[in-house]
């Protein structure tokens, strides 16, 4: 198995492991479920036994959990163990969507390619490397096409690979530096968004063979959804430049989404109440003001 289990079996909350270790706070498991951050992914929340989770770090390839009181428990003893599913869930939802994103900025944005990935707890973060101007209408584009690709219920799959084929493969984007965590064992994890057309026709292809011309194809060791119709309302919410050629794109997911959409509709439904103009006017109405 390529990358953490927890990227694996996304949808596995409950288990039961033994105790291998413990340094006061710091608990090293039999077998983990839990996600130790990594690339721009936050760790999972939970519990182990009764005692709150409050950090899961990868150290060597190995989650180390800290825990938010030094526990009762001992090596060698086994625990029952349940990882947050809406936070799990939250992270899988936002990091698919990242996906998405990456593959409207290559059909939209020139030599758009995917930079770098911060998931926070209200908003998202994606740096993409580009020469192309980002503006306004640049960003409405990327709003609906990402919400297309989600309303189309793409599958999403992963699998590995060896390093040396990722390699020569065009359609991967895939730098073994920056990818580090998706890489084990001389193999590379491969998370694919399908073509729309694989959906309708009710085939679910693997990660290395996909489909002819997939949404998007990337090394990734985080956890995903199964289909892109999972990811829910997601919002464009604005762009930086952090660095020269490097265009920083901000989104929500789930609730905040929806919350920023709803505060665009009473200030859309203001403005045409105010111009006394129907909605599609309103740009209109402006540039004459």
Excluded at 243 to 259: K, L, M, T, W
Aim: proline share 4%; charged share 30%.
């Amino acid at each position: 198995m390529t990358g953490q289990r927890a990227a694996a079996e996304p949808y596995a909350t409950r288990f039961e492991t033994e105790v291998m270790s413990i340094d006061g706070r710091r608990v090293w498991l039999e077998r983990s479920h839990f996600y130790g951050a990594s690339g721009g992914q936050p760790s999972d929340r939970g519990t182990i036994g009764d005692i709150a989770v409050t950090d899961v770090e990868l150290v060597d390839g190995e989650q180390v959990h800290m825990l938010a009181e030094e526990p009762s428990f001992r090596p060698g003893h086994r625990v029952l163990c349940s990882v947050d599913w809406s936070f799990r869930m939250y992270c899988m939802r936002a990091h698919t969507a990242s996906h998405i994103l990456a593959g409207a900025a290559r059909r939209l944005l020139e030599d758009g390619s995917y930079a770098g990935l911060d998931i926070g707890p209200e908003t998202v973060r994606v740096d993409l490397e580009t020469n192309a101007t980002v503006d306004d209408e640049t960003l409405i584009e990327l709003d609906e096409t990402v919400n297309r690709v989600i309303w189309e219920s793409r599958p999403v799959s992963w699998d590995d690979a060896p390093v040396s084929e990722a390699r020569e493969r065009d359609m991967l984007a895939f730098d073994a530096e920056a990818d580090a965590g998706a890489v084990e064992k001389g193999r590379v994890r491969v998370v694919t968004i399908e073509d729309e057309t694989d959906n309708r026709s009710g085939n679910r292809l693997s990660g290395m063979t996909g489909s002819t011309d997939p949404w998007d194809v990337t090394a990734c060791g985080g956890t995903h959804v199964r289909n892109t119709r999972e990811v829910g309302p997601v919002t464009v919410l604005g762009h930086s430049s952090p660095s020269a050629g490097v265009c920083r794109i901000e989104f929500a997911v789930g609730p905040q989404a929806i919350n920023r959409r709803t505060a665009e509709k009473r200030a859309a439904f203001a403005a045409t109440a105010a111009l006394d103009v129907d909605l599609e006017d309103v740009s209109d109405e402006l540039e004459r003001a």
